[in-house]
């Protein structure tokens, strides 16, 4: 599963090419499906909290649903690609799972610039456009950055200048340092992460296990019955 996680950018300079020991055992029986052991750990109820009240989250599935599955992504984030269409396919056959993006711009300065276009959109429009928008951005190719972000918010018909505006506020600033310190002390290591019913899950699992786990949790309220 290593394959297909990417390090953090403030960690990457200190730990170097990633292997399973870095992340720590998992506390979790959570595999992917591949059948490999998923890197994962426990979160208390006051670190849950914490990412519930985030700034900037964007709520894409059922706004009252009975699970809450929040995913922290890097635009630019080859595996956060790959998991866009199993998150999108998970979203579609689940009304009742709470779907929450977590933008967390920490691979590159051309992630921060995409991510504040994102966050930008996210005051501009509804939960749909947001997530129309980061469909068809993860439809193209090649790095993600501000003006590749801006074009397609023009392409959906959003107004450039009020973009850019909203994008260069301090709260936007404010708001992304705000999930890149959470992030950390969270140890969300890895992009993608999940973050569910008290648990981390560095990397991404594959549509069936992600609906494994939301499953478990409707069952017995965690993530492995």
């Known amino acids: 599963m290593i394959a297909r996680i990417i390090l953090t ?7 170097g090419p ?3 020991q870095q992340f720590g055992p ?17 979160l208390s109820a006051d670190q849950m909290a914490q990412v519930a009240g985030l700034p900037g989250l964007v709520d ?9 599955l929040y995913q922290f ?39 921060i610039e995409a991510a504040r276009v994102e966050l930008a959109l996210r005051e501009l429009s509804t939960p749909q456009k947001f997530l129309e928008f980061h469909r068809k951005i993860y439809g193209g190719r090649g790095l993600i950055d501000g003006n590749r972000a801006l074009a397609v918010a023009q392409m959906l018909g959003f107004d450039r200048k009020k973009i850019i505006e909203t994008a260069n506020t301090k709260r936007v600033t404010d708001t992304m340092t705000t999930h890149a310190k959470i992030g950390s002390a969270l ?20 549509l069936e ?15 492995v019955c």
């Open 9 to 15: 950018l403030v960690l990457l300079a200190l730990l």
């Open 73 to 111: 992504y890097d635009l630019n984030c080859p595996f956060c690609k790959e998991a866009a269409a199993d998150v999108d396919a998970l979203i579609r056959g689940d009304r009742t799972l709470r779907l929450v993006f977590v933008p967390y711009p920490v691979l590159s300065a051309q992630s």
């Open 187 to 206: 140890k969300l290591v890895a992009t993608p992460a999940y973050v569910v019913q008290g648990a981390a899950i560095l990397g991404h699992p594959g």
């Open 209 to 223: 296990p992600l609906r494994t786990l939301v499953a478990s949790v409707r069952k017995c309220k965690a993530v």
């Open 60 to 68: 894409v599935g059922g706004p009252k649903g009975d699970v809450t």
């Open 18 to 20: 990633a292997d399973a």
């Open 26 to 42: 998992a506390q979790f029986a959570i595999k992917d499906d591949d059948g490999d052991p998923m890197s994962n750990h426990s």
